[in-house]
C-alpha cells in the first residue's frame, strides 16, 4: 500500500462517514485503488464505502479480535490497495472502556496517522482549546493534521487556519457548509435507505477535490 490514513473526529456527528466517503471517491477517481475499512462493529456505514470503493469494507474492532488479528486483516486486505482509508466510530477516545476499543486504539495497533475531523460551525479560536486537547492528550498516535467541515466561508476558514498555525498542525483544507450534504443517522451509523445517500457523491467529490489538499493526504 501507498497510503494508510484513520479519519476520526472529537464526536460523533462531526462528518467523519462523510468526510471518509468523499476521499474514497475522489482518490477512485483519481484512478487509485482504495480499501476501506471501519473500526468497531459497524455494518451501516460499510455499505457506503463499498458502494464508493467497489471492495469490501473490513471491519477492525479490538473489541472482539486481538491487536494481531486486526494488524493481520489490515496488511491482508491492504496487500495490494494503493490507498487504505479506515473510518473512526464515535470520538477518537470513546471506547468500550475509556480508550480500549477505541479508534485512537486501532490507530496506535495499525501505526497509522490520523487525520481529524472537526466540525467547526459554531467556533473559529476556540478550536484552538479543543484541538490542543486532542493532539497533547496521548504521545503515542499521530494526529497528522485536520479538515474542518461545515466552514461558513473564506473568512471563517482563514481563522481556523491561524489555530493551526498557532499550535504547528497542518491543516489539510475544508469542506464547505452545504444543507445537501446533510443526512440523518441511526443505529451504528448513517441512514442508508435515504434516496439522497444512495446517489453518487459527486458533488461532495467535488467540493473535497477543491478545497482539501488531498494530495499531501496520499503521502502520509
Not at 25 to 31: D, I, R
Not at 112 to 128: E, N, Q, T
Not at 168 to 175: A, H, N, V
Not at 187 to 206: A, I, M, R, V, W
Request: with cysteine.
Amino acid at each position: 500500500m501507498k497510503a494508510a490514513i484513520l479519519i476520526a473526529a472529537p464526536m460523533s456527528g462531526s462528518g467523519k462517514t462523510t468526510i471518509a466517503r468523499g476521499l474514497m471517491a475522489l482518490f477512485v477517481k483519481q484512478g487509485y485503488k482504495v480499501q476501506p475499512f471501519k473500526c468497531g462493529p459497524d455494518y451501516i456505514d460499510t455499505k457506503f464505502h463499498e458502494a464508493v470503493c467497489g471492495r469490501p469494507s473490513i471491519n477492525l474492532d479490538t473489541f472482539m479480535a486481538t491487536p494481531e488479528h486486526v494488524r493481520e486483516l489490515f496488511e491482508h486486505y491492504g496487500s495490494n490497495a494503493d490507498v487504505c482509508i479506515v473510518e473512526g466510530m464515535m470520538g477518537l477516545f470513546d471506547g468500550y472502556d475509556r480508550e480500549r476499543g477505541s479508534s485512537y486504539e486501532i490507530a496506535r495497533v495499525l501505526d497509522i496517522p490520523v487525520v481529524l475531523v472537526v466540525d467547526a460551525k459554531s467556533a473559529a479560536y476556540s478550536m484552538s482549546a479543543l484541538l490542543s486537547g486532542f493532539i497533547n492528550f496521548r504521545k503515542d498516535v499521530r494526529i497528522a493534521g485536520v479538515i474542518f467541515n461545515k466552514v461558513g466561508s473564506e473568512r471563517h476558514f482563514a481563522m481556523l487556519q491561524q489555530v493551526c498555525e498557532d499550535l504547528d498542525i497542518e491543516c489539510f483544507g475544508y469542506l464547505p457548509k452545504n444543507a445537501s450534504l446533510e443526512q440523518g443517522s441511526r443505529y451504528l451509523g448513517l441512514d442508508f435507505s435515504e434516496p439522497s445517500t444512495q446517489k453518487e457523491p459527486s458533488l461532495l467529490c467535488n467540493l473535497l477535490e477543491e478545497h482539501v489538499r488531498w494530495q499531501e493526504l496520499l503521502a502520509l
